[in-house]
């Protein structure tokens, strides 16, 4: 699926992770670049990346994606290979991880990828910065789909 933005620049998304916002009540989205070896930009090129389990920390002042697995490339000898579970440092501006350290930290909130796409030929991640849902609050939001998915399916007839 590939979208022009408003500048011409292509975006092409390449992997999703929707068991997020069933877990997570997103209040917002940063756009962040992710520092990459080569064969983990060939993997992800192919769409070999897996964001369910995948959640960022902090270092210092540094944000370090974790537990995200990128598949080693299949083309390249086993010497040249990345490690599928690393930790990955995001690209954000220092301001912006001083603002979200210090949100987190009071409110009690956690930063999820939400997908990675390529945006030209640059690689980049969308991050959600979200507060954990209930079983009740899942429950609701599986309502508001059922219900809204039959609407569409009416409309359709």
């Known amino acids: 699926m590939q979208k022009k933005s408003s500048s011409n620049i292509q975006i092409k998304m390449l992997a999703q992770n929707k068991y997020a916002r069933f877990q997570y009540e997103i209040m917002d989205t940063i756009e962040a670049g992710i520092e990459l070896l080569?064969?983990?930009?060939?993997?992800?090129?192919?769409?070999?990346?897996?964001?369910?389990?995948?959640?960022?920390?902090?270092?210092?002042?540094?944000?370090?994606?974790?537990?995200?697995?990128?598949?080693p490339h299949t083309n390249v000898g086993a010497?040249?290979?990345?490690?599928?579970?690393?930790?990955?440092?995001?690209?954000?501006?220092?301001?912006?991880?001083?603002?979200?350290?210090s949100r987190i930290e009071k409110k009690g909130l956690t930063i999820v990828p939400l997908s990675?796409?390529?945006?030209?030929?640059?690689?980049?991640?969308?991050?959600?910065?979200?507060k954990g849902k209930r079983l009740h609050d899942k429950r609701q939001t599986e309502k508001k789909?059922?219900?809204?998915?039959?609407?569409?399916?009416?409309?359709?007839r």
Request: net charge positive; aromatic share 8%.
């Open 38 to 71: 080569g064969t983990e930009v060939k993997s992800i090129r192919n769409g070999k990346v897996n964001l369910r389990d995948g959640y960022c920390s902090f270092n210092n002042y540094e944000i370090l994606l974790k537990n995200v697995h990128i598949s």
């Open 79 to 101: 010497f040249f290979n990345h490690e599928p579970l690393r930790e990955r440092r995001l690209l954000i501006h220092k301001k912006e991880i001083i603002k979200l350290k």
């Open 116 to 130: 990675i796409y390529l945006k030209g030929s640059w690689i980049k991640l969308k991050i959600g910065v979200g």
């Open 145 to 156: 789909n059922d219900i809204n998915k039959e609407i569409r399916s009416a409309l359709v």
